[in-house]
């Protein structure tokens, strides 16, 4: 079982940069995939970004280019780095993780989230 914590969300100005970070609990966390998702307030959540164990990357085509998935295996954390905010991309974000196979796109996959942080940008 995984426990995940989110944390470094806050409020920014477009075109400004924010760190996240998923902190992860549990001695097998390197075995799992992990992904990043968001939800806007009235709107479904959303894939953002996901990585493989073997770190392996893919991105939802609204953020490529301008966010970046990474995990230290060692420190059981995840991140996800923001570049070029826009104000479209407020929401409160998710980590999650999953040991099941199936795409790391579908909510479905994974077993494990954490309870969410706030990305607020202005224009």
């Known amino acids: 079982q995984v426990q995940l914590v989110e944390s470094g969300g806050g409020s920014v100005q477009a075109g400004g940069s924010l760190r996240l970070s998923c902190a992860g609990s549990?001695?097998?966390?390197?075995?799992?995939?992990m992904g990043w998702f968001r939800q806007a307030p009235g709107k479904e959540r959303e894939f953002v970004a996901a990585?493989?164990?073997?770190?392996?990357?893919t991105y939802a085509d609204s953020v490529k280019g301008r966010f970046t998935i990474s995990r230290d295996n060692a420190k059981n954390t995840m991140y996800l780095q923001m570049n070029s905010l826009k104000p479209e991309d407020t929401a409160v974000y998710y980590c999650a993780a999953s040991s099941a196979g199936g795409s790391l796109r579908r909510i479905q996959t994974y077993n494990y989230w954490g309870q969410g942080t706030q990305v607020t940008v202005s224009s």
């Open positions: 990585i493989w164990s073997g770190s392996s990357t």
């Open positions: 549990g001695r097998t966390f390197s075995s799992y995939a």
